[in-house]
């Protein structure tokens, strides 16, 4: 190691070079000042950036990425069948296929615009009243109960083991002698 100074800190190499090197790069034209970890943090960072840009920007053309929906892929015929017995007239069928898709597409375009932004305002609301309620409330008070009542689970632990566990392995060698056999007759 001549020349070279290294140091192992919390799992992660800093490698300092004490070379004389005018400009401050070695031979492959990095930077030897920059140590490994300053180079991870900055991938580190990069993909955080990514990831927050690509969770955060909507999916237009996936709405519906975790099917959550998928009950609500409906069509004509899973609406309206008629059976081979009982038919309409070509016409009647085709113009009742057309005039369901359409009221169907344009009715919900319209819904949307009417309501999807004051329901979206509301059901934020609600998911961040419910967020709130759970975080700040509901877990301080599940992890009161869960720290208060740790002997209760040791002595149910031992109840077990003690009482319970013994009585039931003694019960299954007893019936374990016991076979069942069918013949016909």
Sequence with gaps: MTGTMMQSTDARETE???RDAGDGEDDEGQQTWKTQ???VLEEEEEED???TQSDTRPLINERDPRQINECLKISFEDVIAEPVSVRSGDRVWIWSNALFEVSRVWFYRI??????VPVSLIAGIVFAILGFIH??????????????TGW????????????ILPFFQSVAKCCRGISVVFTQE
Excluded: G, Y
Aim: with cysteine.
């Design 135 to 148: 975080i700040w409330f509901f877990t301080p008070c599940v992890q009161v109960v869960l720290i208060n």
């Design 49 to 51: 950036l990514i990831s």
């Design 152 to 163: 209760l689970q040791t002595l149910w632990s031992s109840v077990l083991d003690i009482l």
């Design 37 to 39: 970890l300053e180079t």
């Design 16 to 18: 300092i070079d004490l």
């Design 111 to 116: 819904l949307t615009v009417l309501l999807a």
